[in-house]
Nanobody, 123 residues
Framework: QVQLVESGGGLVQAGGSLRLSCAASGRTFSNRAIGWFRQAPGKERGFVAA????????SYADSVKGRFTIARDNAKNTVYLQMDSLKPEDTAVYYC????????????????WGQGTQVTVSS
C-alpha cells in the first residue's frame, strides 16, 4: 500500500496559478502511475490528469489541457500538478491516487488515495 498526502490547495483568483503536490510513502512509488482527480460540490469525482511511472507518458482531461501540467520527481516521491489560468469551474477537492501499471483515466483502477486538498477559484 502507498500512503498519499496532497498539499498546495487554497484560494486563488481566476487567472491565477496553484501547484499541488502529492507526496508518497510506503511501498515503491517509482513503479506506480499517479492520477489526479477532482470533485466539485454536488458532482461526481472526475479525472484531471495522470502520469506514468517514468514521467514519459501523461494524460489530461479536455477541460484542463493547455492549462494544467503534471510532473513527477521519483527521487522525492512526489507528483506535482501545476495549475495555471485557473477558472471558477476548477473549484473542487483534488485527490491524487496511485496504481501499479499504465496510466488510466478510470478512477476504479486506482488502489490508493489521498485525503484531498481544497482548491477554490474566485471570479
Amino acid at each position: 500500500q502507498v500512503q498519499l498526502v496532497e498539499s498546495g490547495g487554497g484560494l486563488v483568483q481566476a487567472g491565477g496559478s496553484l501547484r499541488l503536490s502529492c507526496a508518497a510513502s510506503g511501498r515503491t512509488f517509482s513503479n506506480r502511475a499517479i492520477g489526479w482527480f477532482r470533485q466539485a460540490p454536488g458532482k461526481e469525482r472526475g479525472f484531471v490528469a495522470a502520469i506514468n511511472w517514468s514521467g514519459s507518458s501523461t494524460s489530461y482531461a479536455d477541460s484542463v489541457k493547455g492549462r494544467f501540467t503534471i510532473a513527477r520527481d521519483n527521487a522525492k516521491n512526489t507528483v506535482y500538478l501545476q495549475m495555471d489560468s485557473l477558472k471558477p469551474e476548477d473549484t473542487a477537492v483534488y485527490y491524487c491516487a496511485s496504481r501499479f501499471g499504465v496510466i488510466s483515466q478510470q478512477q476504479s483502477y486506482y488502489n490508493d488515495w489521498g485525503q484531498g486538498t481544497q482548491v477554490t477559484v474566485s471570479s
